[in-house]
Nanobody, 117 residues
Framework: QVQLVESGGGLVQAGGSLRLSCVAS????????MGWYRRVPGAQRDLVAS???????NYADSVKGRFTVSRVNANNTVYLQMNRVKPEDTAVYYC???????????WGQGTQVTVSS
C-alpha cells in the first residue's frame, strides 16, 4: 500500500500563488507516475498535472503556463506550484500515485484550494 498526504491548500486571492505538497510513504518502490487532480462539487475528478519518474510533465490545458508540477524522488514528494490563480481553480486537489506493477492508483485525502476574486 501507498499512503499520500497533501498539504499547502488554503485561501488565496486571484492572481496570487500557492504551492501544494504531497508526501508518499509505505510501499513507495511501486510508484511510477504521480500527479494532481481536482474536483469541484458535482463534477468528476479531473487531471491537473502529472509527472513521470524521469520528470516528464503533462498539464491540463486550463493550467498550462500557470502551474508547474515537480517531484523529488529522494523525498518521495511531488509538488504543484500554482501561479496566477483564478477563481475557477477553486476545488479540492488530490494527489495521486500510480503503481508500476498493477496499474492501481493511490489517492490522498485531498486539500481544499479556494481562490477569491
Amino acid at each position: 500500500q501507498v499512503q499520500l498526504v497533501e498539504s499547502g491548500g488554503g485561501l488565496v486571492q486571484a492572481g496570487g500563488s500557492l504551492r501544494l505538497s504531497c508526501v508518499a510513504s509505505g510501499n513507495i518502490f511501486v510508484i511510477s507516475a504521480m500527479g494532481w487532480y481536482r474536483r469541484v462539487p458535482g463534477a468528476q475528478r479531473d487531471l491537473v498535472a502529472s509527472i513521470t519518474t524521469w520528470g516528464t510533465a503533462n498539464y491540463a490545458d486550463s493550467v498550462k503556463g500557470r502551474f508547474t508540477v515537480s517531484r523529488v524522488n529522494a523525498n518521495n514528494t511531488v509538488y504543484l506550484q500554482m501561479n496566477r490563480v483564478k477563481p475557477e481553480d477553486t476545488a479540492v486537489y488530490y494527489c495521486a500515485a500510480d503503481s508500476r506493477y498493477t496499474g492501481a492508483r493511490y489517492w490522498g485525502q485531498g486539500t481544499q484550494v479556494t481562490v477569491s476574486s
